[in-house]
């Protein structure tokens, strides 16, 4: 299986990190470089029953803590991110149709909170918000703003999406 794992202000991970994932992967890296939070974030990805819904950066053997923990601190800049976002992208066919599924989470009280997810492929995207206590769903399809026929591949995407890794 290839994917590419999106991480974007994850701890040591400042800014937006695509990182490919291959049949044989290897993290090298100096301590606090982001090995463990990178492994934290692909077991999230990969839990099907969770993600993104919940999210399992504290389950066993991982520990990464509440929002403020988890959330990117730049010390030079005294910057604190408000979010930080996971997610993988898959080519599904012939290396143009790729479709890509990110979390953005925010924090309560240093409860991690799902804000946002958005699963995109070539047909168009589809972005889940949360708005208060309710969550807002906004679909976007290619074919309807060409004024054409709604058609099905844009709901087989997201089906795909969804069982990538099952």
Partial sequence: ?????????VRSLFGEYKIPVRPLTVLVGENSSGKTTFLSV?????????????NSFNDPPFDL???????????N??????????GFEKI???KKNKAKTIATYGGDYGRIELIQVE???INGHLIIEKK?????????HRSLEHSEPFN?????????????FT
Avoid: C, H
């Fill in 1 to 9: 299986m290839e994917f590419n794992v999106i991480v974007e202000n």
């Fill in 42 to 54: 692909l077991t999230t990805l990969l839990n099907n029953n969770k993600y993104p819904w919940k």
């Fill in 65 to 75: 803590g509440l929002f403020d923990n988890i959330v990117s601190v730049e010390q």
């Fill in 77 to 86: 800049n005294n910057r604190i991110y408000k979010y930080f976002k996971i």
């Fill in 92 to 94: 599904i066919d012939d």
């Fill in 119 to 121: 699963i995109s492929s």
């Fill in 132 to 140: 208060g206590n309710a969550y807002k769903v906004n679909i976007y």
């Fill in 152 to 164: 099905v591949s844009f709901v087989q995407d997201y089906l795909i999406m969804l069982r990538l």
